[in-house]
């Protein structure tokens, strides 16, 4: 008997952490490209976005916050390797520092558990030398238990690439 109630205390613990682990929290945002960008230029960041729920919550929207010195161009996304099939997001926030990918049919979301897209945002970025930071954030279909959303920050270097004009000034004093 004693053994029994040992067996049953051992499986409720391990089952605590599980329950807890229900929400849209584990999904993740990978900034691709590019990490430097050279200030006035317009450029095109690649995001991975990753639902990484446990309780299959599907990402309904995502939304990427730049910093007030960018500029939103437009945006599109990839979901070819998007194993959950074709996406429907809308896109929204040109003129803007502030790009949404909206779910354009309701219902469910669009990113199914443990399966990913890619997100691209043209961008103008007008700001000085310096980290700046994008925040990212994915609004889940509140499918099953809280939380339903999962947010963080990026970061880009916005500088001229020194590097590069040392090699270039290099080069040149060959000849
Ligand atoms: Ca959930
Ligand atoms: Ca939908």
């Not at 729920?53 to 939304?63: G, H, I, K, M, Q």
């Not at 998007?82 to 803007?96: I, M, N, Q, S």
């Not at 339903?148 to 000034?169: Q, R």
Request: net charge negative.
């Amino acid at each position: 008997m004693k053994k029994l109630f040992l067996i049953l205390a051992l499986v409720a613990i391990c089952a605590t952490p599980a329950l807890a682990d229900r929400s849209m929290a584990g999904g993740t945002c990978v900034l691709n490209s590019p990490t430097t960008v050279t200030p006035g230029s317009t450029v095109t960041f690649e995001f991975d976005i990753f639902n990484g729920s446990a309780d299959a919550e599907w990402t309904a929207d995502v939304v990427f916050t730049f910093p007030a010195c960018c500029e939103v161009v437009s945006g599109y996304y990839d979901d070819s390797m998007h194993a959950g099939g074709l996406c429907a997001f809308t896109f929204e926030g040109a003129g803007t520092n502030v790009a949404s990918f909206l779910d354009g049919d309701e219902g469910y979301g669009e990113i199914y558990g443990n399966d990913h897209v890619y997100f691209y945002v043209e961008v103008t970025v007008n700001c000085t030398d310096g980290i700046e930071l994008i925040h990212w954030f994915q609004q889940g279909d509140i499918y099953g238990d809280e939380p339903h959303f999962v947010e963080g920050d990026v970061e880009f270097t916005v500088g001229t690439t020194a590097a590069d004009i040392s090699t270039f000034s290099n080069v040149k004093s060959l000849y």
